[in-house]
T-cell receptor, first 115, second 112 residues
C-alpha cells in the first residue's frame, strides 16, 4: 500500500538554525500539506500546496516558514530561524485531486527538537 | 463506556466491549468530518469519514454518527480490541478549504 514517507524521523537543532524537513508524498497525489503537533496538543494545519504554489496557509505559517517541491517526488518544509516553540511533530500529508473531498494520508512525522 | 465530548481525555474499556468516542465541533460551515486514529509515534491514520448530507456511515467495526443540529460527531467501535488502543481525533473541513481542523483527541485504552 502506498504511503507518505518523511525524513528525518527526529531532528535536533539549535535555536536560530535553519532546518529542512522532507516528505515524499504518495506518487499520484497532487495536494500536499504540512501539519504540526506540539507535544500533548492537537494537530494543527500549517499549509497546503498545489500546482507548485501555496493554496492555503494558517496563521502559524509565518515568514519563517516556506515550502517547496524541488523535484517530482519531494516536498519540503523549511524553517529559517528556529525558535524553542517550533519544537513539535511535523506531519506531511497528501491527497488526490478529485471532485469533492479527498482523504488526506499522513506520514509518520518528524520530531523537531529545538534547543 | 462513553465519553462526553473531548473534555474526558481518556476512555478505558474492556476488550470486546463497544466504545463510543464523542466530538463536539464548532464550525457550522463544516461539511466534511473525519475520524483519525493516532498510535504512539505515528501519524494520524484515517478511519472513516462522513459528509454533512449524511447522519450515519458504517465501516468495518466502526460507525460514525453526525448530528448537525447540535454539532456533534461520534465514533462507535464494535467489539473493541487491544489494537484499537490509541488517541482518536475528529477533524472537520468545509467546502473550498483544504485545511483540516482537528479536535483535541481522546485516548482509548482497551483492557484485556
Amino acid at each position: 500500500e502506498p504511503e507518505v514517507t518523511q525524513t528525518p524521523s527526529h531532528q535536533v537543532t539549535q535555536m536560530g538554525q535553519e532546518v529542512i524537513l522532507r516528505c515524499v508524498p504518495i506518487s499520484n497525489h497532487l495536494y500536499f500539506y504540512w501539519y504540526r503537533q506540539i507535544l500533548g496538543q492537537k494537530v494543527e494545519f500549517l499549509v497546503s500546496f498545489y500546482n507548485n504554489e501555496i493554496s492555503e496557509k494558517s496563521e502559524i505559517f509565518d515568514d519563517q516558514f516556506s515550502v517547496e517541491r524541488p523535484d517530482g517526488s519531494n516536498f519540503t518544509l523549511k524553517i529559517r530561524s528556529t525558535k524553542l516553540e517550533d519544537s513539535a511533530m511535523y506531519f506531511c500529508a497528501s491527497s488526490e485531486l478529485a471532485g469533492g473531498v479527498n482523504e488526506q494520508f499522513f506520514g509518520p512525522g518528524t520530531r523537531l527538537t529545538v534547543l | 463506556g462513553e465519553s462526553v465530548g473531548l473534555h474526558l481525555p481518556t476512555l478505558s474499556v474492556q476488550e470486546g466491549d463497544n466504545s463510543i468516542i464523542n466530538c463536539a465541533y464548532s464550525n457550522s460551515a463544516s461539511d466534511y468530518f473525519i475520524w483519525y486514529k493516532q498510535e504512539s509515534g505515528k501519524g494520524p491514520q484515517f478511519i472513516i469519514d462522513i459528509r454533512s448530507n449524511m447522519d450515519k456511515r458504517q465501516g468495518q467495526r466502526v460507525t460514525v454518527l453526525l448530528n448537525k443540529t447540535v454539532k456533534h460527531l461520534s465514533l462507535q467501535i464494535a467489539a473493541t480490541q487491544p489494537g484499537d488502543s490509541a488517541v482518536y481525533f475528529c477533524a472537520e473541513k468545509n467546502t473550498g478549504r483544504r485545511a483540516l481542523t482537528f479536535g483535541s483527541g481522546t485516548r482509548l485504552q482497551v483492557q484485556p
